[in-house]
């Protein structure tokens, strides 16, 4: 896996990010589109996920929960906006209640990827898009530890370099 | 790496991008940071925690605070530290967290490609 672009709009709320596998499209799209596979990958080792319903049609539901290390839920669910395997998923992404009922006073993102062959390899360009700052806020408040870990220790780096 | 410098670099000057980096160069700072990322601290509760005079703590605030990653509010008593990024800032600092979070996410995915799997179905 390599990332070879990452687009920032802090202005605008907006994320992308490119990566490229060493595989071909249709086995890098399996893995978003099989739920077993998705929740081998979706959640880190502290918080793994599980996608309970998985209707990848136009209009479909997902929905799915992050189990924390203190066995707490978070649940959220995916409206499937534009799907067309092995090409593109684009999804509204909300948090729900512990039933799995959309909350309605919880901003909804949006997040779509789309794949494409490069020879052998498969790129893969994911774009989050964010209402406002508070629905950022929210969506990292669980990864926020570890996101954060993470960044300040990629400053530890460089500075240690 | 070279996102996230160039990212932070994008609306500040040189000399603000010398200070955060300065201030970021000592890890006592960076806790100071990451703690304030979650909630306020006084400066009497981080000198407990760091088992540091004072003093020691305050001077280190002062340089965060130049950097602009922090600011300090009297309350009473106590001297409040409170992260300090204007919503752009922030914004950038929760990007930045995003794009962790998806590098971590895509070496994962990145990980189950490289290994042959018996589940594989045409």
Known sequence: MTVTDVRKDPAALTMEIVSEFDAPIERVWQLVADPRQLERWWGPPTHPATFTDFDLTPGGRVSYFMTGPDGERYHGWWRVRVVSPPDVLEVQDGFADGDGEPNPDLPVNVMRIEFASIGASTRMAIRSTFPTLEAMEQTLAMGAEEGMRAALGQIDDLLAA | ?122
């Open chain 2, 1 to 122: 790496m070279g996102d996230v410098t160039a990212d932070l670099a994008q609306d500040l000057t040189d000399e603000e991008v010398d200070r955060i980096f300065q201030a970021l160069a000592d890890r006592t700072r960076r806790d100071i940071v990451r703690r304030t990322m979650r909630e306020d601290a006084s400066v009497s509760a981080l000198a407990h925690r760091y088992d540091m005079s004072f003093a020691a703590v305050q001077k280190h605030v002062a340089v965060l605070e130049r950097a602009g990653l922090v600011t300090k509010q009297r309350r009473g008593r106590e001297q409040l530290v409170r992260s300090n990024p204007t919503t752009i800032h922030r914004a950038q600092q929760l990007l930045d967290q995003l794009e962790s979070m998806w590098r971590n996410r895509l070496d994962r995915l990145g990980n189950l490609l490289d290994t042959p799997t018996g589940s594989e179905s045409p």
